[in-house]
């Protein structure tokens, strides 16, 4: 039998699996026009890219051959619910921090390259914050730190 965390982790693949991008940019081309927000994680500033709309999320990333050192993007959720990523198209090695209205870490993912295997969030959130790979690590960043900027309740 399986508990509702396998459940739910179960779902939320299918739902990456089944859904297939409606692209209105051209196929392979990274999106690099969105809004930008600047976010405080300590005493590290973070310029981050939001992806806010439907297609906005479900391109994310990907076709990215690289990201700059300090630079992220920040997916915005119109609710808190579980929230899934994967990494299909998506060419550099990231970290996907699962975040809460106040701006508390709820869980970190790291995710390899060109994959579809799903990272989940712990528990329902409504802010994803997309990084480099090791990014969260090198400065010491774990659960229950707290970024800060505008996006977040205080």
Do not use: Y
């Not at 802010?127 to 790979?133: A, I």
């Amino acid at each position: 039998m399986f508990s509702s965390a396998h459940l739910m982790r179960l779902a939320c693949l299918l739902a990456i699996l089944l859904g297939q991008p409606a692209l209105s940019q051209a196929q392979g081309e990274p999106q690099t026009r969105l809004a930008r927000m600047k976010l405080g994680a300590g005493m590290h500033l973070i310029d981050t890219q939001l992806a806010q709309t439907p297609e906005q999320r479900q391109i994310g990333l990907m076709w990215r051959k690289d990201l700059p050192q300090n630079e992220g993007m920040l997916f915005v959720f119109e609710q808190a619910s579980s929230q899934c990523f994967w990494m299909r198209n998506t060419l550099t090695a990231l970290t996907a921090a699962f975040v809460e209205d106040d701006g508390t870490i709820v869980n970190l993912e790291d995710m390899k390259p060109q994959t579809d295997d799903a990272h989940c969030s712990s528990k329902p959130v409504r802010f994803v914050l997309e990084m480099n790979q090791g990014w969260f690590k090198k400065r010491g960043i774990q659960a229950g730190f707290k970024l800060t900027g505008p996006a977040f309740k205080p």
